[in-house]
């Protein structure tokens, strides 16, 4: 079937605007992960949904990171007032109840 | 709250030979221990993983990882490096408390040389 998918693949924005990544999981898969991975770093935990509600969202960074899964599938990683400094891969991830998380390939923002 | 250690940055083994990749974990209670690889250009894989049962866990690859608790470790290893395993290795571990937050470590990159 499917993996897990990410839209878009790269996106350039400049400081100060706003941007949303999308993520498409397995269909079926439950938990819903987002990580923000650094060059040379491992992925750095965000948030996790379990269904339609975020059960962990103590990795993101500030109040200008938002994610939201209306209906248990989709997720929308929100990002306001971008900065330099969110320039990363955000990689997506999906799982069956917190087993092996199967990823998407990312998407590269960087922020000019 | 959980943390992994890899303590190298780099690991490099002769093919053919053995290798280890090291990581060490800190969590509260019962710990389910993971391993990813990412290939250059390539997302990350799941290669193995330790939930319950015994200690020595088999994988892709013919990849295999020792879990052993009283040193907090979850070291990976293959008897025989192929030049192809060559890529970042990604040790990660999430507490059995309900929740399923992952924490992954700063990754061990393998050259594996001909």
């Known amino acids: 079937g499917a993996g897990v998918s990410q839209t878009p693949s790269n996106k350039v924005t400049e400081k100060g605007k706003y941007v949303e990544l999308r993520c498409d999981p397995i269909?079926?898969?439950?938990?819903l992960y987002w990580y923000r991975q650094s060059l040379g770093q491992g992925p750095e935990f965000l948030i996790y949904?379990?269904?339609?509600?975020?059960?962990?969202d103590s990795g993101l960074p500030n109040d200008r990171f938002f994610a939201v899964r209306p209906e248990g599938s989709v997720s929308t990683l929100k990002i306001q007032r971008t900065e330099r400094g969110d320039s990363a891969v955000y990689l997506c991830?999906?799982?069956?109840?917190?087993?092996?998380?199967?990823f998407g390939p990312g998407t590269r923002l960087t922020v000019l | 709250a959980q943390s992994v250690a890899q303590p190298e940055d780099q690991v490099n083994v002769a093919e053919g030979n053995p290798l280890t990749v090291k990581c060490t974990y800190s969590?509260?209670?019962?710990?389910?221990l993971f391993w990813y690889v990412q290939y250059p250009n390539r997302g990350l894989q799941f290669l193995l993983k330790y939930i319950t049962g015994d200690n020595l866990v088999k994988g892709s690859y013919g990849f295999e990882a020792e879990f052993n608790k009283s040193q907090t470790s979850f070291h990976l290893k293959k008897p025989s490096a192929l030049v192809s395993d060559s890529a970042l290795y990604f040790c990660?571990?999430?507490?059995?408390?309900?929740?399923?937050?992952?924490?992954f470590g700063a990754g061990t990159r393998l050259f594996v040389k001909a």
């Open positions: 969590v509260s209670g019962n710990p389910y």
């Open positions: 949904f379990q269904g339609t509600g975020a059960a962990d």
């Open positions: 269909s079926g898969h439950t938990a």
């Open positions: 990660a571990v999430r507490e059995n408390t309900g929740g399923f937050k992952t924490i």
């Open positions: 991830a999906s799982s069956l109840q917190g087993n092996e998380q199967f």
